[in-house]
């Protein structure tokens, strides 16, 4: 599902303050995203008549832009607050905290809009309740089983939206048994006196400098404004990007990019550093094994990074794993690149500045579109130019 932009901000997460019977705050919590998921699936259940439209549609996403005025004309369906499953949610069932939107909240409502592809398949607005409430009141549930408000009062929250993604949660955020598997630990630890586990990076070798001249002739491709990189592909590898690399046209394909990376001749050494200008010299592509893929949408498992992360040991000595590549099967358009879960896919494996990611497009008359991305500077993959050259 793809992240819209609006007041040309990126939503990336969402911040949710509580606050005590004086309207003093008590807590606050940012969240991911994907948190508003649940409500979106609702009304592609409830209202579009859709059960699983994350499998029944070409390529589905959802946005939501906030709204700041307190009149409006609220979406009749679906009724009420959604729940962190997905189904109605009664606030009134049950016991449970007293809470409610905040009366000088700044946010009131959202407007919430579904889409497959670019085809715009539902509108409505909805409060800040409808998708919150159940979510807020989860939040000071637990903090006052934690002991740490009292209980029997009455509270209030306001949200936000956010520019920041979302690396770690609070432990808030998970139910109490979710941390009694084999495996699970808490980061960061619940209080500060607690012990913890700390790790010390260890910052990687400078890459070693290369003069862009030195491959000789190259042919610009693709489009976007000049970045913090340079990507560089041979000629042989793009004819199998093009047309050669067999790819299904009934289901989404991806795979690794390898190659060398450097840093442009006389640019800082530290990757994170404003002036670090990097190269990349792709050289090989290999399919991906154990990926999820349907025509919709396609999922790296763990076990899929796994695998590459070993084959690359074995077989590819001395190449870095630069970037990643997957199919749409659809027409480019600038208004569609990567979804979100390609964006969040990319950040979970994909850390270094100079991994990049390629996008095929497949038509149906088998002409394909290639794509590339890299980090921009607010840390999204946005789409940049490439070069082709012949290998001396």
Known sequence: ML????????IKSFIIVIYDAALEEVAQYQVPFSITAPFANRIAREVLNIPDWGATLHEPWYSLAYRLDSEYQRAAEPPGPTSLKGQRYDPDAG????????PDALVKSFEVRLFDYQKELYQGVYTVDDIFLHGAR?????????GKLPG???????????RQKVHSVSSDL????AYQSEGVFRLPPRDKDESSIKFTPVPPSPLAERDPAGFGVTELHGKGEVQTGRIFIPTHLYADLQRHLFLSQKKEEGGYILGKVFRSAGTSEQENAPGFRWIVEITDLLMAEDTIGSAATLLFTGDTWSKISRRRD?????????????????PATDAFGLSSLDQDMHTWYLPRPWQIAILLNLE????RT????????????IESTFETFSPK
């Open 3 to 10: 992240l819209l932009t609006f007041d040309d901000l990126p």
């Open 95 to 102: 016991p449970g905290p007293s809470i409610q939107l905040h």
């Open 138 to 146: 989860y939040l000071l549930h637990n903090r006052i089983q934690n």
């Open 152 to 162: 029997g009062g009455s509270y209030s929250y306001a949200v936000l939206p956010s």
């Open 174 to 177: 998970l139910p109490e048994d």
């Open 314 to 330: 074995r077989q590819y000595p001395g190449l870095e794993l630069v970037g990643w590549f997957h199919t749409h099967l659809f």
């Open 364 to 367: 149906k008359d088998d002409k």
């Open 370 to 381: 290639v794509r590339c991305y890299q980090r921009g500077v607010e840390g999204d993959l």
